[in-house]
């Protein structure tokens, strides 16, 4: 009987829950290994899925394998001579895969139902690094797929997040997601794509796309453009992951190192950033004892090893150093603040963008004053810069606030609310507005 509030775990749950986690830990392994074997990443991709919908089935009904990950690769490798057998009984592949798993078979019956796992298959070291996730992370990410799609493809076949789950945390229906996969495999296909790891000169070109990917999965977990989290720390969480294989993976990478140094050092401070109901806590309000100061020390040895490199820092290392100048700071008003003001110039040079830099006006504000830093901002306005966001109106709102400009400033911070899309950030800038009110009808009172 289930004591307190607990309820009790039933076989079938503890078996489900044992799919769910082993296949987030190996699913790219999994997909990675078959697609090497196959040398066709969709197949590869789908013989996983048909693999984690058995496991589904015979888990929780006859108990959890005693090696789980062989067990899901042993019957997407059986699928795959069942795939082949029928293209073709005599099918070299076929041949080639048959002997290296061997006709006495691992899996019982054509679906794999009560599999042990051959010898060869459990020899699965979780701290091996192989190829087979680098060609994996290649192609996920490669530059003829879309970014949206290549955005969906590396949750799928690198974290191993089902499509509902993708839908979820972007805000998207799910068949939108299972058409951008499908597209993205399709391409893959048309293109001709090869299950390898690229050459140097050809991975150099093609890892701008992968840090970009991990950094856009990142960046939406640590700010939900959208719905009702201030933080999506499941998403956030995967592109650590996601940084730390490939740093383990590519180790003397610059940018590789300056963008796992940038996720850690920002990652170290979301304990301090959500209040007790969920709203956001603005970094002069956090309570720097609550940052992860495991995470801090991760991030700024990584940022080290960019460093001794060589090659100067990247856009994510200069980005990474600005982190690590909040990370080391006592309090706001002991942050170097000259110093960030700098990054950014050096961050506007190496990657120019107005998100970049309205950041530069928000660190010459606290530098300088907000009469320095609101020009900045006034001229991304008269440029037509991030229209539809809501990140310049809430900026210039906030400049025109501290310069006693409040009626300018109440119609910025009004344009900010309709523009935003995050409930909790929404509640945050009408925060704003109301102690706008509050002040202004406070200095009438006082006249």
């Given amino acids: 009987m289930a004591r307190g509030n607990r309820a009790a775990v039933s076989p079938a749950g503890s078996g489900r829950q044992a799919v769910e986690a082993v296949w987030r830990i190996e699913s790219a392994r999994i997909v990675g290994t078959l697609a090497r074997y196959t040398g066709d990443f969709a197949l590869a991709e789908d013989l996983a899925q048909e693999a984690l919908a058995e496991a589904l089935v015979t888990w929780p009904r006859d108990g959890v394998p005693s090696h789980p990950a062989g067990w899901l690769l042993t019957v997407g490798r059986r699928r795959a001579i069942d795939t082949f057998r029928r293209r073709s009984a005599l099918d070299e592949r076929y041949a080639a895969l048959a002997r290296d798993l061997g006709e006495g078979g691992a899996v019982s019956g054509a679906t794999g139902a009560g599999a042990t796992p051959e010898p060869d298959d459990v020899l699965w070291d979780?701290?091996?690094?192989?190829?087979?996730?680098?060609?994996?992370?290649?192609?996920?990410?490669?530059?003829?797929?879309?970014?949206?799609?290549?955005?969906?493809?590396?949750?799928?076949?690198?974290?191993?997040?089902?499509?509902?789950?993708?839908?979820?945390?972007?805000?998207?229906?799910?068949?939108?997601?299972?058409?951008?996969?499908?597209?993205?495999?399709?391409?893959?296909?048309?293109?001709?794509?090869?299950?390898?790891?690229?050459?140097?000169?050809?991975?150099?070109?093609?890892?701008?796309?992968?840090?970009?990917?991990?950094?856009?999965?990142?960046?939406?977990?640590?700010?939900?453009?959208?719905?009702?989290?201030?933080?999506?720390?499941?998403?956030?969480?995967?592109?650590?992951?996601?940084?730390?294989?490939?740093?383990?993976?590519?180790?003397?990478?610059?940018?590789?190192?300056?963008?796992?140094?940038?996720?850690?050092?920002?990652?170290?401070?979301?304990?301090?950033?959500?209040?007790?109901?969920?709203?956001?806590?603005?970094?002069?309000?956090?309570?720097?004892?609550?940052?992860?100061?495991?995470?801090?020390?991760?991030?700024?040895?990584?940022?080290?090893?960019?460093?001794?490199?060589?090659?100067?820092?990247?856009?994510?290392?200069?980005?990474?150093?600005?982190?690590?100048?909040?990370?080391?700071?006592?309090?706001?008003?002991?942050?170097?603040?000259?110093?960030?003001?700098?990054l950014y110039e050096a961050l506007g040079r190496l990657a120019p963008s107005p998100v970049v830099e309205l950041n530069r006006a928000v660190a010459i504000s606290v530098a300088q004053g907000p009469a320095a830093a609101l020009p900045i901002v006034d001229d991304l306005v008269a440029a037509g810069s991030l229209p539809g966001s809501h990140l310049l109106p809430s900026v210039r709102g906030e400049l025109l606030t501290r310069l006693g400009r409040t009626d300018e400033a109440r119609r910025e911070l009004e344009l900010a609310v309709r523009l935003c899309g995050n409930e909790r950030e929404r509640d945050l800038l009408r925060d704003k507005l109301s102690a706008l009110d509050q002040n202004t009808e406070s200095s009438r009172r006082h006249r």
């Fill in 126 to 342: 979780p701290d091996r690094i192989d190829d087979d996730v680098l060609a994996l992370m290649f192609i996920a990410c490669h530059p003829v797929v879309s970014r949206e799609a290549r955005v969906a493809l590396t949750l799928r076949v690198l974290v191993g997040l089902s499509s509902d789950e993708i839908a979820r945390a972007f805000l998207v229906p799910t068949a939108t997601v299972q058409a951008r996969i499908s597209r993205a495999k399709k391409t893959l296909a048309a293109a001709q794509v090869p299950f390898a790891v690229p050459s140097p000169e050809e991975r150099q070109q093609r890892l701008g796309s992968v840090l970009s990917v991990i950094y856009l999965v990142f960046t939406e977990g640590s700010t939900a453009t959208s719905g009702a989290e201030w933080i999506r720390s499941d998403l956030a969480g995967e592109a650590v992951r996601l940084a730390r294989v490939l740093a383990r993976l590519v180790p003397d990478e610059p940018e590789v190192l300056g963008l796992l140094a940038l996720l850690e050092l920002t990652s170290a401070r979301f304990p301090a950033r959500v209040g007790e109901r969920g709203e956001p806590v603005l970094l002069e309000q956090q309570d720097r004892r609550r940052w992860d100061g495991s995470a801090i020390r991760r991030g700024r040895a990584a940022l080290a090893r960019a460093g001794r490199a060589g090659r100067g820092l990247g856009a994510y290392g200069v980005q990474a150093a600005i982190a690590e100048c909040h990370a080391v700071a006592p309090s706001v008003d002991e942050t170097d603040w000259e110093r960030i003001v700098l």
